[in-house]
């Protein structure tokens, strides 16, 4: 069972417009949600994240936006440029006792083109 | 990648065989993480470690241990290898109960034939 479905799987945006990713979740007892970006080669790393209590979050160009009642956030890019090509993970996780897993989305592959 | 390395980067084997792969954190990171990550999957958790010698599997832990006697070092064993773990295979460490920022070493590329 998907706990975390992403879309798109993959996504070309010109340079300068906005990109979008979405996720859900079912398990309601989710309550930390990062997302990760990847380059080709490299491990993930953290690029922002959102905790159930905000609606929204910004960071540069990078918005997170969070609606708990339909169990939903995306990613906004804003001004995509090319070096934002890479492949973004949403995730979830619950702070309940004994929870220690990151569940992770399949990715969408981002590609920015001049 | 956060003082986290891993060995070795590439591995190429045959199907039977054992392999072990190698986490080795610099940040004295209480919790340690293997995952696999495999076109159209996205990253999936094999077994985790809370403290030397806690360790606990993921959702794909069939065919895989694991073993973490110090802090800073946690390995991951496969004991006869299938083509089906064929994969890049990540550790990643964190210092909170994986509801914080988990950091992802460079990964081991690993091909069963």
């Known amino acids: 069972q998907q706990q975390v479905k992403q879309s798109p799987q993959s996504l070309i945006v010109q340079k300068g417009g906005i990109s979008i990713i979405n996720c859900a979740y079912e398990?309601?007892?989710?309550?930390?949600f990062p997302w990760y970006q990847q380059f080709p080669g490299k491990g993930p790393a953290l690029l922002i994240a959102?905790?159930?209590?905000?609606s929204e979050k910004k960071e540069g160009r990078f918005t997170i936006s969070f609606n708990k009642s339909a169990k939903q956030f995306s990613l906004h890019i804003m001004d995509s440029q090319p070096g934002d090509s890479a492949t973004y993970f949403c995730?979830?996780?619950?702070?309940?006792?004994?929870?220690?897993?990151?569940?992770f989305g399949k990715g969408t592959k981002l590609s920015v083109i001049p | 990648d956060a003082g986290i390395t891993q060995s070795p980067r590439h591995k190429v084997t045959e199907t039977g065989t054992p392999v072990t792969l190698r986490c080795h954190q610099t940040?004295?990171?209480?919790?340690m993480y293997w995952y696999r990550q495999d076109p159209g999957h996205g990253l999936r958790l094999i077994h985790y470690?809370?403290?030397?010698?806690?360790?606990d599997k993921g959702e794909v832990s069939d065919g895989y241990s694991v073993s973490r006697s110090k802090t800073e070092d946690f390995l991951l064993t496969l004991e006869s290898a299938t083509s089906s773990q064929t994969s890049v295979y990540f550790c990643?460490?964190?210092?909170?109960?994986?509801?914080?920022?988990?950091?992802f070493g460079p990964g081991t590329r690993l091909l069963v034939l």
């Open positions: 470690s809370y403290g030397v010698k806690d360790t």
């Open positions: 959102i905790r159930p209590d905000v």
């Open positions: 398990n309601t007892a989710f309550d930390y």
């Open positions: 995730a979830a996780s619950s702070s309940g006792a004994g929870s220690y897993q990151l569940t």
């Open positions: 990643a460490i964190s210092d909170r109960r994986g509801t914080e920022t988990q950091y």
């Open positions: 940040e004295n990171h209480r919790y």
